[in-house]
Structures are given as C-alpha cells and as structure tokens.
T-cell receptor
Framework: QQKVQQSPESLTVSEGAMASLNCTFS??????FRWYRQHSAKGLEVLVS????GEKEEGRFTAHLNRANLHVSLHIREPQPSDSAVYLC????????????FGSGTQLTVMP | NSKVIQTPRYLVKGQGQKAKMRCIPE?????VFWYQQNKNNEFKFLIN????????QIDMTEKRFSAECPSNSPCSLEIQSSEAGDSALYLC????????????FGHGTKLSVL
C-alpha cells in the first residue's frame, strides 16, 4: 500500500526566504500528486496538483515531481506570515478506486 | 471560502451515542469523499459516492458507519455507536469526476467522543 512521508515535521523561515517542503512515497506508479494547505479557519485548500515528472507552478507555489526518486517537493517563493499553516502532501493511489493517501504534514511558520 | 459546506463544525457525543454530520458538495460535483483526520494528521479514506451510489468504502465504514448522498439533500455520515477512537476531524470533499480532477474540501466536522 502507498506510504507517504513528509519532512521536515516543522519548518520556520523568515518572510521572503524560500520555503522548501519534501514528500516521499513508496509506489512510483501513482500519477496524481497534490499539495494542500490546512488553515484551521479556511479548511483544506489545494495549492498545486501535478500529474507528470517535472515542475508545476501555481503563483508562488511550485511543485517538483520525480517519480524515479519517489519524491515530490513544494517550494514557496517569498513566503509571508499568512502562509503559516500545515502543508499536506497527498498521493493518489494507482488502483481504480482513486483514493488519496496523505502525509502527516509539515507545520510551516513564517516569521515577519 | 470553501464551497463545500459541512455541518456542524463541532460535535460532542458520549460513547455509544450516534454522531451525524452533513456535507453539501460544491454545486455540480457528483463525486463526494469522506476522510477522517486524526490528531496526528493521519488521513483515512472512509467512503466515496458518485451521485447516490457508493463507489468504495473501507471495512470500518461498512460496519459502524452509515453514509448516504440522497438527491436534492445533503450527504451525511453517521457513526452508529461512537467510540473514543472516533474523535477526529471528518472532512468531506467533492470532485467533478473523481479522477485526476481537484478535490475541494469542506472545513470539516470536529467530533469529540467523551
């Protein structure tokens, strides 16, 4: 079964410095990867969806996928204090049922 | 703001009590998912629907939960007899196709079983 792990568990960066979050998975046949952000007030919002190896940019958020290395990352350009939240990596299963397997999250804190 | 509406935001029940939560998916989204998020941020898929039909559910859901997505009414997830281990955030998500499309999540219902 697909296993998804995120690192680091928590990350503190200064406002304006690049923030990089990592996610590894165990089954390289998946083709459906998403990064979510969880604010307690706003619920869960999708940031970037990526379906093939390479890079996908959505505003200040860029995902890099390398299925051979079983790795997907999220880079946040010019983070702001309002970006402080839990960031979740989710990997779609390759079975026909299409479920998402989530990592346990990275708590990002952006200091002013 | 989320277009997937979940109610109530908070739910407190005693062990053995029924716990029912509701979800209105985003308009036009026929596919609905329920996930359970525990305090360790671990997500567990519970069940998904396409229109009113169950597509897939896990054993736990089949045995202790009751879920439905009737036409023209909110979807619902009900725990028949709550256990302490059911305390979690229950997230509803909807999707246009259930495939590679984006999932849109509600804010969740936080269930506390005392």
């Amino acid at each position: 079964q697909q296993k998804v792990q995120q690192s680091p568990e928590s990350l503190t960066v200064s406002e304006g410095a690049m923030a990089s979050l990592n996610c590894t998975f165990s089954d390289g046949t998946s083709n459906n990867f998403r990064w979510y952000r969880q604010h307690s007030a706003k619920g869960l919002e999708v940031l970037v969806s990526i379906f093939s190896d390479g890079e996908k940019e959505e505003g200040r958020f860029t995902a890099h996928l390398n299925r051979a290395n079983l790795h997907v990352s999220l880079h946040i350009r010019e983070p702001q204090p309002s970006d402080s939240a839990v960031y979740l990596c989710a990997v779609g299963t390759s079975s026909g049922s299409w479920q998402l397997i989530f990592g346990s999250g990275t708590q990002l804190t952006v200091m002013p | 703001n989320s277009k997937v509406i979940q109610t109530p935001r908070y739910l407190v029940k005693g062990q053995g009590q029924k716990a029912k939560m509701r979800c209105i998916p985003e308009k036009g989204h026929p596919v609905v998912f329920w996930y359970q998020q525990n305090k360790n941020n671990e997500f567990k898929f519970l069940i998904n629907f396409q229109n009113q039909e169950v597509l897939q559910q896990i054993d736990m859901t089949e045995k202790r939960f009751s879920a439905e997505c009737p036409s023209n009414s909110p979807c619902s997830l009900e725990i028949q007899s709550s256990e302490a281990g059911d305390s979690a955030l229950y997230l509803c998500a909807s999707s246009l196709t259930g495939g590679a499309e984006r999932l849109f999540f509600g804010h969740g219902t936080k269930l506390s079983v005392l």
